[in-house]
C-alpha cells in the first residue's frame, strides 16, 4: 500500500522558515506527522531512534557529533533531544557556513531532559515551530467555506457543514492523528488509548529521568480529562484522584504534569487580561487541555456512543477540539488563543489574538438554538466590558458550533460549525 501525505496546514510556514533561518525545528506530540512532513523537504535522514543505528548514533554524538551532520540538506534529524549534544552541533554548522539558510530540519517529541547540556538558545539559527495532530480542514472533514483570516478581516460568512453531531464524536474519540485519519482501522479509537498507555507505562518517566507510577499517571490522566476545558487546581486534581483511592501531593502532582507539557501531551491556554471599564477582578487561571481530545476521551474509556449519551462531557471535549483546531489555524495566521473569565462568572471559551493586537471573542456551544442565544449573549456582555480606549474592540464576535449552518446573526454575532472553518 502507498503512503498518503495528506497536505498540512503548517507545511506553507515551514517552508517560509527554511527560506530565511539555517534551521526549522519541528516540536510536538509523538504521532502528529512530523517527520513525514519534515521528509517532504527533506534530502537526507539521522534517525536517531532507528534501533539498527541507536547505539553508534549515540557513540558518534558523544564522541564527533559533525559526522552525524554529514549528508544532503537539507538534513533531517529525526528526535534531536535524544542526542542533544546535536543541537549545539547544529548551531556551530549553520555559523562555520556563514548562516546559509534551510540547511537542516529538527524534529522533536519531547523536551531534553536535561536542558542545561544545551548552551547556545539556537536564536537567529534555529526557528520552531509547534505541530499538533491534523484539524478538521486538514482532515478533509472541515468544508473551508468560513476562513478565520476573513472574520478577522470583517468579511461575512456562509456556509454549511457536511458532518452530523454523531460524526463531531467520532472525530473527539479518533482524534487528529494522521494514522488514524489516514486508515480505514475497524477500531478507530485504538490509537489513542495505545498513546495513552505509552503515556503511562515510558513516556512520563522518559520525559522527566525519573521513574514514574504508571498507576498514578493514569490516574492523573483521569483527573485531568474530568477538567478538560475547565479551571483546576493542584488541589483540585489530587481531591478528584483520592476519589480514584490514589493518593498524590501537590508537589507531586506539579511534577507530573510538567512532565506531560515537556512530551506536548497537555496545553494550557492562558487568561486574557485586557483593560475593563469597571474594576471587575479576573481569573487569570490557566484552563487545562489534551492536545488532542481523543486522548482525553481515551483516559475517560469513552467512545462515541458514551459521548452521544453525555453530551455534557462531550461538551467539554469539543470545546477541546475546537481549540485544538483554533490554536493550528492561529499558529498559520500569526497569533495564539486565550481565554477571559472574570469573576461575575462572565466568560468567553477562546479569545482569538493575532499578533498585531487584532482579537476576536469565541464561545464553544456544541449545538441548540438556546446554548447558541446564550453564547451571544455572552459575547455581547464582554464586549461592553471593554474599555475600548486602551483595548480594541473585537474584530468578531463568535459561537463555535457543532450544528450545520454558518451565518451571521442580527446583532452581528456569527454563528460558525466547527466543520466549517479554515485559518
Not at 19 to 36: C, F, H, I, N
Not at 227 to 236: G, H, P, R, V
Not at 242 to 249: I, K, L, N, R, T
Amino acid at each position: 500500500m502507498s503512503f498518503e501525505y495528506l497536505p498540512r496546514i503548517i507545511d506553507a510556514v515551514l517552508a517560509e522558515k527554511m527560506s530565511y533561518t539555517g534551521a526549522v525545528l519541528v516540536r510536538g506530540p509523538k504521532w502528529t506527522g512530523k517527520t513525514s512532513t519534515c521528509e517532504q523537504l527533506a534530502k537526507s535522514a539521522l534517525f536517531l531512534r532507528d534501533p539498527d543505528e541507536y547505539e553508534q548514533n549515540i557513540a558518534l554524538a558523544q564522541t564527533k557529533p559533525s559526522l552525524l551532520l554529514r549528508g544532503d540538506r537539507p538534513r533531517l534529524i529525526d528526535e534531536w533531544q535524544v542526542a542533544p549534544v546535536l543541537w549545539d552541533a547544529v548551531i556551530s554548522a549553520i555559523d562555520k557556513s556563514k548562516g546559509v539558510s534551510g540547511q537542516y530540519l529538527l524534529t522533536g517529541s519531547a523536551t531534553p531532559v536535561k536542558p542545561e547540556l544545551i548552551k547556545h538558545t539556537g536564536t537567529g539559527r534555529i526557528a520552531r515551530l509547534t505541530m499538533r495532530s491534523m484539524s478538521l480542514y486538514e482532515s478533509r472533514e472541515s468544508t473551508g467555506e468560513v476562513s478565520l483570516s476573513t472574520l478577522f478581516e470583517g468579511g461575512d460568512v456562509e456556509g454549511v457543514s457536511d458532518i452530523s453531531v454523531e460524526d463531531i464524536a467520532c472525530c473527539i474519540c479518533r482524534g487528529g492523528w494522521p494514522e488514524a485519519v489516514t486508515k480505514k482501522n475497524p477500531e478507530p479509537y485504538s490509537q489513542a488509548r495505545d498513546y495513552l498507555d505509552a503515556i503511562a507505562e515510558n513516556d512520563i518517566s522518559e520525559a522527566s529521568g525519573i521513574k514514574r507510577n504508571a498507576s498514578k499517571a493514569r490516574a492523573l490522566l483521569r483527573s485531568l480529562a474530568r477538567c478538560s476545558a475547565q479551571e483546576a487546581s493542584l488541589a483540585m486534581l489530587a481531591s478528584d484522584m483520592s476519589g480514584d483511592g490514589v493518593a498524590m501531593s501537590e508537589k507531586t502532582v506539579a511534577s507530573y504534569i510538567n512532565s506531560l507539557r515537556k512530551i506536548f501531551v497537555i496545553e494550557d491556554i492562558p487568561a486574557w487580561a485586557p483593560t475593563l471599564r469597571s474594576k471587575t477582578p479576573l481569573r487569570m487561571s490557566s484552563v487545562w487541555h489534551f492536545t488532542d481530545p481523543s486522548l482525553a476521551a481515551a483516559a475517560l474509556k469513552t467512545n462515541a456512543a458514551g459521548l452521544l449519551g453525555d453530551l455534557s462531557t462531550m461538551g467539554f471535549l469539543f470545546e477541546s477540539l475546537c481549540v485544538r483546531d483554533l490554536r493550528i489555524y492561529m499558529d498559520s495566521i500569526g497569533g495564539g488563543v486565550a481565554h477571559y473569565r472574570d469573576k461575575s462568572g462572565l466568560e468567553a471559551d477562546a479569545i482569538v489574538q493575532k499578533d498585531n493586537g487584532a482579537w476576536g471573542a469565541i464561545e464553544v456551544k456544541l449545538g441548540g438554538e438556546g446554548r447558541i442565544e446564550e453564547g451571544a449573549d455572552h459575547l455581547k456582555k464582554l464586549e461592553e466590558k471593554i474599555d475600548t480606549t486602551k483595548t480594541p474592540p473585537p474584530a468578531f464576535k463568535a459561537v463555535l458550533t457543532g450544528g450545520k449552518y454558518a451565518y451571521r446573526r442580527d446583532d452581528g454575532v456569527f454563528v460558525v460549525p466547527l466543520a466549517c472553518l479554515k485559518p
